[in-house]
């Protein structure tokens, strides 16, 4: 044995580490390591059904936001039939925010 092997067991000895401790250290170690780096990839990646949850949620949100612009547009499109231009000008903005959202929900057709 070299030099440094017998300071190593006799430190290992005195530290209350058995021949067994030692022997499966390096397997510990390196699950251990391979644990981590799991954690590590799971943490940074986004799988496949939690793109879709997040996606999913983005467009009711999106439609939720459609539906309450929507009618709003309804109430000053009928104050403005009576004759207010003030609410014909906020439903003109209403309607372009209505166009602009539009294209980002999916169609659904008949």
Same mark, same amino acid.
């Given at each position: 044995?070299?030099?440094?092997?017998?300071?190593?067991?006799?430190?290992?000895?005195?530290?209350?580490?058995?021949?067994?401790?030692?022997? &499966?250290?390096?397997?510990?170690?390196?699950?251990?390591?391979?644990? *981590?780096?799991? @954690? =590590?990839?799971? +943490?940074?990646?986004?799988?496949?059904?939690?793109?879709?949850?997040?996606?999913?949620?983005?467009?009711?949100?999106?439609?939720?936001?459609?539906?309450?612009?929507?009618?709003?547009?309804?109430?000053? &499109?009928?104050?403005?039939?009576?004759?207010?231009?003030?609410?014909? *000008?906020?439903? @003109? =903005?209403?309607? +372009?925010?209505?166009?602009?959202?539009?294209?980002?929900?999916?169609?659904?057709?008949?």
């Amino acid at each position: 044995m070299t030099r440094l092997t017998f300071p190593l067991i006799g430190a290992l000895a005195l530290s209350g580490c058995t021949v067994v401790d030692v022997v &499966t250290l390096p397997v510990k170690v390196a699950k251990t390591g391979v644990d *981590a780096v799991g @954690a =590590g990839v799971d +943490a940074v990646t986004t799988s496949q059904s939690e793109a879709d949850q997040k996606r999913g949620k983005q467009i009711r949100q999106r439609e939720e936001k459609v539906g309450k612009l929507e009618r709003a547009f309804a109430k000053q &499109t009928k104050k403005c039939d009576d004759g207010d231009e003030e609410a014909c *000008a906020k439903a @003109a =903005g209403l309607r +372009a925010e209505i166009d602009a959202l539009l294209p980002g929900l999916p169609y659904e057709g008949d």
